[in-house]
C-alpha cells in the first residue's frame, strides 16, 4: 500500500545545515513534495520534485531523489530559527483515477542558538 | 492574494452537537481535499472532491461525518452527532488536478468535550 515514513525529530544548530529523509513506497509517483508547517497554520508547499529529475535546488533548499532506494531528502542551507516547523514529505499517488496527496507524519525541525 | 479560506478557526462543542465546518477554496481550483490532523494519527484525507463530485471519502466515518460541495465556491464537513474523539484540527485544501500541488487552509481546531 501507500505509506510515507519519516523521522519525527530533528534538532540543529543555527547556520548548520539541516538534512531531513523521507522514503515512499509508491514507484509510480509521478510528483514528491515538502511541505513546511508553521505553529497555528497550514500547511505550505516548499518545493516539488519530478520523478524524472534526481536533484532540484531553490536557493537555500535542495532535494534529492533517489528512485531505486525510493528515498527522498531536504537539505536546508544556513538554517535559520524561522526554520522550526513541521516538515511534511509527501508523494502524488494516482489512485482511483485521481491524484491523492499521500502525507508522512512530519518531521519536527528545531533550531537553536 | 488567493488563498483558501476555513471557518471557523476554532470550535469547541460539547459531545452530541452538530459541527459544521466550511471552506471557500481558491477560485478556478477543481479539487477539494479535508484532511484532519491530530498528534496520534498525523494527517488523515477524509474526502476528495474533484469539480464538486465526491470521489473518495472512504477516510471519513460514514455513520457521523458527511461532506458537501452545494457549489463551486464552498464545501462543507458536518459532524453529527460530534464526539471527543473527533478533536482535531480539520484542513481544507484546494487545487488543480495537474500536478498535485496542494493550497492548505488554516485549518478549524475543533474541540469536543
Given at each position: 500500500?501507500?505509506d510515507?515514513?519519516?523521522?519525527?525529530?530533528l534538532?540543529?544548530r543555527?547556520?548548520?545545515?539541516?538534512?531531513?529523509?523521507?522514503?515512499y513506497t509508491?514507484?509510480s509517483?509521478?510528483?514528491l513534495?515538502?511541505?513546511?508547517?508553521e505553529?497555528?497554520?497550514?500547511?505550505?508547499?516548499?518545493?516539488y520534485?519530478?520523478?524524472?529529475?534526481?536533484?532540484?535546488q531553490?536557493q537555500?533548499?535542495t532535494?534529492?531523489l533517489?528512485k531505486?532506494d525510493?528515498?527522498l531528502?531536504?537539505r536546508?542551507?544556513?538554517t535559520?530559527?524561522?526554520?522550526?516547523a513541521?516538515?511534511?514529505?509527501?508523494?502524488?499517488?494516482?489512485?482511483?483515477?485521481?491524484n491523492k496527496l499521500?502525507?508522512?507524519?512530519?518531521?519536527?525541525?528545531?533550531?537553536?542558538? | 492574494?488567493?488563498?483558501?479560506?476555513?471557518?471557523?478557526?476554532?470550535?469547541v462543542?460539547?459531545m452530541?452537537?452538530?459541527v459544521?465546518m466550511?471552506?471557500?477554496p481558491?477560485?478556478?481550483?477543481?479539487?477539494v481535499?479535508?484532511?484532519?490532523?491530530?498528534?496520534?494519527q498525523?494527517?488523515?484525507?477524509?474526502?476528495?472532491?474533484?469539480?464538486r463530485a465526491?470521489?473518495?471519502?472512504?477516510?471519513?466515518?460514514?455513520?457521523?461525518f458527511s461532506?458537501?460541495?452545494p457549489?463551486a465556491?464552498l464545501?462543507?464537513?458536518?459532524?453529527q452527532?460530534?464526539?471527543?474523539?473527533?478533536?482535531a484540527?480539520y484542513?481544507?485544501?484546494s487545487?488543480?488536478?495537474?500536478?498535485?500541488?496542494?493550497?492548505?487552509?488554516?485549518?478549524?481546531?475543533?474541540?469536543?468535550?
Amino acid at each position: 500500500g501507500e505509506d510515507v515514513e519519516q523521522s519525527l525529530f530533528l534538532s540543529v544548530r543555527e547556520g548548520d545545515s539541516s538534512v531531513i529523509n523521507c522514503t515512499y513506497t509508491d514507484s509510480s509517483s509521478t510528483y514528491l513534495y515538502w511541505y513546511k508547517q508553521e505553529p497555528g497554520a497550514g500547511l505550505q508547499l516548499l518545493t516539488y520534485i519530478f520523478s524524472n529529475m534526481d536533484m532540484k535546488q531553490d536557493q537555500r533548499l535542495t532535494v534529492l531523489l533517489n528512485k531505486k532506494d525510493k528515498h527522498l531528502s531536504l537539505r536546508i542551507a544556513d538554517t535559520q530559527t524561522g526554520d522550526s516547523a513541521i516538515y511534511f514529505c509527501a508523494e502524488s499517488s494516482l489512485s482511483g483515477g485521481y491524484n491523492k496527496l499521500i502525507f508522512g507524519a512530519g518531521t519536527r525541525l528545531a533550531v537553536h542558538p | 492574494d488567493a488563498r483558501v479560506t476555513q471557518t471557523p478557526r476554532h470550535k469547541v462543542t460539547e459531545m452530541g452537537q452538530e459541527v459544521t465546518m466550511r471552506c471557500q477554496p481558491i477560485l478556478g481550483h477543481n479539487t477539494v481535499f479535508w484532511y484532519r490532523q491530530t498528534m496520534m494519527q498525523g494527517l488523515e484525507l477524509l474526502a476528495y472532491f474533484r469539480n464538486r463530485a465526491p470521489l473518495d471519502d472512504s477516510g471519513m466515518p460514514k455513520d457521523r461525518f458527511s461532506a458537501e460541495m452545494p457549489d463551486a465556491t464552498l464545501a462543507t464537513l458536518k459532524i453529527q452527532p460530534s464526539e471527543p474523539r473527533d478533536s482535531a484540527v480539520y484542513f481544507c485544501a484546494s487545487g488543480l488536478d495537474l500536478n498535485g500541488e496542494l493550497f492548505f487552509g488554516e485549518g478549524s481546531r475543533l474541540t469536543v468535550l
